[in-house]
């Protein structure tokens, strides 16, 4: 995300900056889909679809435009147009399915009006070290859990009661379920796998991340804000007389920059007279060089102002609302759902419910 001087009157930072930056390695990479429904009531397309390898979207889709769409080079320049049009036609019925799915869960929630977002989260990871991997599927209503798959037990499981009808008759279609473990334990693997080859030289790049210390003013809390990072892999940690610090510690979120990096904050809320009586410090740990600083970051100085950062959350509320490509879909029968094959090149099709 780039720096925005408008909104630095916003900010006093005044405080010392002491963090560190040493060699981190994070090995387990990841592909992951996520789809979107969202009710008529606001101005979004009503489904969006989002692929992700390491935290980084490679593609594209929604219902406005009914395309699928490459979001970066690699992805763009190794598969040609018979991909784009399969994920294209694979998503266009995801689209049917999940506005289905969405008026169903009006119906199990009581709800007739309002906004509502209903949403499937897919994919795999797989650690080039170990060469562990691991598969996920999970669905969430108006940003609450609804369904998740155990996929050691190739069970569905539901924390709330208006899914529970929904794991009773998927629980008994052993053969998508067989069907669900071989795609996240091996498609889905060798899906990422193609993925990372395609985008080895831009995937496998490092960049350092830039940290700051902001606060507002001398009583609120302080914030350690790490931003212009990759891969996506870091750690922010509170020390405090050299020890480690977890007290009144709040980890944000891994947001993603604008040009492809990442940000990520921990605030730390202390009593100034705690705060100038110890020696608190933020320790970031990133792959990369090391480098200690230690300034005092002004309103003049290039630090990401919280107001940015607000406003990134909402950027990545949409992102994350978004995903997928084919993977089995689902669709309505006497007010409710049956699994039907979907298509499955590297992805695979889902839609809950």
């Not at 009531?41 to 593609?59: C, H, K, R, S, W």
């Not at 995801?94 to 119906?107: D, L, S």
Request: hydrophobic letters at 30%; glycine letters at 8%; proline letters at 3%.
């Amino acid at each position: 995300m780039k720096n925005n001087s408008q909104t630095n009157a916003n900010m006093q930072t005044a405080v010392i900056l002491l963090c560190g930056i040493h060699l981190s390695y994070a090995a387990t990479h990841s592909l992951q889909y996520f789809y979107t429904a969202v009710t008529r009531d606001i101005n979004f397309p009503e489904f969006t679809a989002v692929g992700l390898v390491d935290n980084g979207q490679f593609m594209y889709f929604d219902s406005n435009t009914m395309k699928a769409v490459p979001k970066t080079e690699w992805i763009g320049q190794n598969e040609g147009a018979d991909y784009w049009d399969r994920q294209t036609q694979g998503l266009i019925g995801a689209h049917q399915v999940y506005k289905n799915n969405i008026q169903v869960a009006k119906e199990r929630f009581n709800q007739s009006t309002g906004v509502h977002t209903f949403q499937n989260m897919y994919g795999c990871e797989w650690d080039d070290e170990t060469g562990a991997t691991n598969g996920f599927n999970q669905d969430g209503y108006d940003g609450e859990d609804f369904l998740n798959l155990d996929l050691k037990h190739q069970t569905w499981i539901s924390p709330v009661p208006q899914g529970v009808i929904t794991t009773q008759k998927w629980n008994k279609n052993k053969a998508d379920l067989d069907y669900r473990k071989q795609y996240l334990n091996t498609v889905c693997i060798e899906s990422l796998k193609k993925y990372l080859q395609y985008g080895k030289s831009s995937l496998e790049k490092t960049v350092s991340p830039q940290v700051s210390l902001l606060q507002k003013d001398s009583s609120s809390s302080v914030t350690c804000h790490a931003t212009g990072f990759y891969p996506s892999g870091v750690t922010i940690t509170w020390m405090k007389n050299g020890e480690e610090h977890h007290e009144d510690v709040e980890l944000g979120e891994l947001l993603p920059n604008e040009d492809g990096t990442f940000q990520k904050t921990s605030t730390l809320t202390v009593t100034p007279d705690e705060w100038k009586n110890n020696k608190f410090s933020c320790l970031v740990e990133h792959k990369g060089i090391n480098r200690e600083e230690n300034e005092i970051r002004t309103n003049n100085g290039n630090s990401l102002p919280i107001g940015i950062i607000v406003g990134v959350i909402v950027a990545v509320v949409l992102l994350v609302g978004m995903a997928g490509i084919g993977y089995k879909i689902y669709q309505k029968k006497k007010k409710d759902f049956k699994p039907v094959s979907g298509s499955d090149d590297g992805s695979n099709s889902s839609a809950p419910a």
